[in-house]
């Protein structure tokens, strides 16, 4: 029997909010059919670099992909990533192509799709929705994508999408607007979760031998100091230019565009000993590192990581706010080193259990 892939990556989805409590189904399938643990994701913990891995079975060292977010310090230009151009491998859905096979890729984010949905068959975008697909799956228009209720409308879409079309390989993405707002204790939280334990069930009835693989791409913590970098070196006569790996345009999501990572780029390499002994200094800041040892110790780039990375402690986070400090009781957010774990369930798994580390192990063992 030919094998079929269902992956499912829920955005922001930290060990904490999938348990047997909200999600009965997944653990009684992965415990019967296969596992449930959690591993770790890429660092930075943000969307983009995380969907490049998962999607590749690569580090961000490979696919190139740093995060949400770019700047050439050479020509200035900056912009976010959000179309073709910026993975530098192939990913699943490309080598599913070559090899015959019909791809799914259903996003609530249309930058995903945007960026990594070049070679799926089907491509579904809540955000951007395509009338006539929507109609010759019976399914309706989406609601907004900062809406909780996107979260079953984008799962009632894979659903439709498994029984109608029967793609091998299916890869569908969630919204993270929910967690970042509502921690797991909460109903909110809760809801989301428990629609999606109802569609995966749905989906193994509709398809009872296909592969299934539920993770995330980066975790989720509380905050409660915002700090902005630019301004703190500025003020201490350092001029350099901070790119936030996590900025996009879902500012319903982070308003502050704050997370856990920054890539700095001096103006003034004379200003390296200085910026270092500065952010060392700082208690809100868990760790600075040069580029090249931060591009060694987390598989990533040294030629897009800027001067020094930096990360915050795990209840503060970067932002662009109005002066050093901000206290806040009302920022959940991802980005640090504080955001790696999430769970990941697998149904058939391709692989034993100890196979699986990281997120990017998903592609690495797929057999296609």
Same mark, same amino acid.
Request: hydrophobic letters at 40%; charged letters at 25%.
């Given at each position: 029997m030919k094998n079929r892939y269902f992956v499912l990556v829920i955005d922001?989805?930290?060990?904490?909010?999938?348990?047997?409590?909200?999600? #009965?189904?997944?653990?009684?399938?992965?415990?019967?059919y296969g596992?449930?643990?959690?591993?770790?994701?890429?660092? #930075? /913990?943000? /969307?983009?670099?995380?969907?490049?891995c998962i999607l590749s079975g690569r580090f961000p060292e490979d696919t190139g992909v740093t995060g949400n977010y770019y700047y050439n310090p050479d020509t200035g230009e900056e912009g976010f990533v959000e179309e073709r151009g910026f993975m530098k491998i192939p990913t699943v859905l490309h080598t599913c192509r070559?090899?015959?096979?019909?791809?799914?890729?259903? /996003?609530?984010?249309?930058?995903?799709?945007? !960026?990594?949905?070049?070679?799926?068959?089907?491509?579904?975008n809540a955000q951007a929705p395509d009338l006539r697909q929507l109609e010759s799956l019976g399914l309706a228009m989406p609601p907004g994508v900062s809406d909780p209720a996107c979260t079953e409308w984008i799962m009632s879409a894979a659903l439709a999408c498994v029984r109608q079309e029967a793609p091998?390989? !299916?890869?569908?993405?969630?919204?993270?607007c929910c967690f970042h707002h509502y921690g797991p204790e909460t109903e909110e939280a809760r809801q989301q979760i428990q629609w999606i334990d109802y569609y995966i069930h749905e989906i193994h009835k509709a398809d009872s031998h296909r592969q299934i693989y539920i993770t995330a791409d980066h975790g989720m913590n509380q905050k409660h100091r915002l700090l902005n970098v630019q301004t703190i070196a500025q003020n201490h006569g350092i001029p350099l230019f901070c790119l936030a790996p996590l900025k996009d345009r879902y500012i319903e999501n982070h308003r502050y565009q704050e997370g856990g990572i920054l890539y700095l780029y001096l103006n003034n390499n004379s200003d390296r000993e200085r910026l270092s002994a500065l952010m060392e200094s700082i208690p809100e800041i868990e760790m600075i590192l040069p580029s090249e040892e931060a591009a060694r110790r987390y598989h990533l780039p040294g030629d897009s990581i800027g001067d020094y990375? !930096?990360?915050?402690?795990?209840?503060?986070?970067?932002?662009?706010?109005?002066?050093?400090?901000?206290? /806040?009781?009302?920022?959940?957010?991802?980005?640090?080193?504080?955001?790696?774990?999430?769970?990941?369930?697998?149904?058939?798994?391709?692989?034993?259990?100890?196979?699986?580390?990281?997120?990017?192990d998903i592609a690495a063992n797929l057999r296609l």
């Open positions: 922001g989805c930290a060990p904490e909010y999938l348990t047997p409590d909200t999600a #009965p189904h997944i653990f009684r399938l992965a415990e019967t596992f449930i643990k959690t591993i770790k994701s890429a660092i #930075p /913990t943000v /969307t983009n670099v995380n969907h490049a070559e090899r015959g096979l019909k791809t799914a890729f259903l /996003t609530v984010k249309g930058k995903v799709l945007g !960026v990594y949905g070049e070679d799926a068959d089907i491509g579904i091998d390989f !299916v890869y569908c993405t969630t919204n993270d990375v !930096v990360f915050a402690a795990k209840d503060c986070a970067f932002g662009e706010i109005d002066g050093e400090y901000l206290e /806040t009781d009302f920022v959940r957010t991802h980005g640090s080193l504080w955001e790696q774990e999430i769970p990941l369930a697998a149904v058939f798994p391709a692989m034993p259990e100890e196979f699986y580390h990281y997120s990017k």
